[in-house]
């Protein structure tokens, strides 16, 4: 499946006349809870010839592939990312952190020691909290429930305690998440939960997991008066990522 997702990028390459900066997989598999019949998520980000930049016609700043069932592909010009780098986006963080790289370059590996920079605490708080929050009003709630979900919920949950302690982007992986920011006494739980999800095709729904949920209610509720809690940061610096975005564009043909 890699050789393929490689030769895809490389054809999207051509027929888009764009360079790939750095693609990776995100969404399960790159948080290593992927089931049997999980689909491919590429992301990827990418630089058009430097003459693009400065058109008033300009096309979208977003390119997406969802080919079929299996494999999903959706890119990020570099005008794009680094504007939402300076915003703080954690889907960008996720991206730059994930475990599985398909294409990088040169150029993003300058950009990385600037991205940590420009990561400010809130911002992912409340990203990771709204996501657990979501996820558990819509799934987790019955007495019967989605028990894949269960991870859409915990993992942002843990995501926030990471942030929390050492106000830094959390990792992709969840076994690292876990090993780090769950109690002890429901490790287990969590193990035998991600054994089912990554063996079985479709796990579907199972009575509610009572200690499961009351961690979730309970850091819920702590997690949203200690953001509360959080002072404002100040606006980042724009220099550094102008200084990039020219550099990388001085790299383009016309």
């Not at 830094?168 to 739980?189: A, C, G, N, R, S």
């Not at 100040?234 to 102008?242: A, G, K």
Request: net charge negative; hydrophobic share 40%; glycine share 4%.
């Amino acid at each position: 499946m890699q050789n393929i997702i490689i030769e895809k990028l490389n054809d999207i390459e051509q027929a888009e006349n764009i360079t790939i900066l750095h693609a990776v997989e995100s969404g399960s598999r790159a948080w290593g809870f992927a089931s049997p019949d999980s689909d491919y998520d590429v992301r990827f980000f990418y630089v058009r010839p430097k003459a693009y930049y400065l058109r008033l016609d300009r096309t979208r700043d977003v390119l997406e592939y969802p080919l079929n069932d299996v494999l999903d592909i959706n890119g990020w010009d570099i005008d794009k990312t680094l504007k939402l780098l300076h915003a703080s986006n954690p889907t960008l963080f996720e991206w730059s952190n994930s475990p599985i790289v398909y294409k990088t370059t040169d150029e993003f590996k300058h950009l990385l020691p600037l991205i940590g920079n420009y990561f400010v605490a809130r911002s992912g708080l409340w990203h990771y909290l709204s996501t657990a929050e979501g996820n558990y009003r819509e799934y987790l709630k019955g007495e019967m429930v989605k028990a894949k979900k269960y991870f859409y919920v915990i993992r942002p949950l843990l995501a926030c305690r990471w942030i929390l302690e050492r106000h830094t982007p959390p990792p992709m992986l969840f076994t690292e998440l876990v090993e780090t920011q769950l109690e002890p006494e429901l490790k287990p739980v969590v193990a035998d939960l991600l054994k089912l999800k990554m063996s079985t095709p479709e796990i579907g729904e199972t009575p509610k997991i009572a200690p499961l949920n009351e961690f979730i209610e309970q850091n819920l509720s702590i997690i949203r008066e200690q953001i509360e809690a959080l002072p404002k940061e100040q606006p980042s610096n724009w220099e550094p990522l102008n200084d990039l975005f020219l550099s990388i564009l001085d790299r383009r043909k016309e």
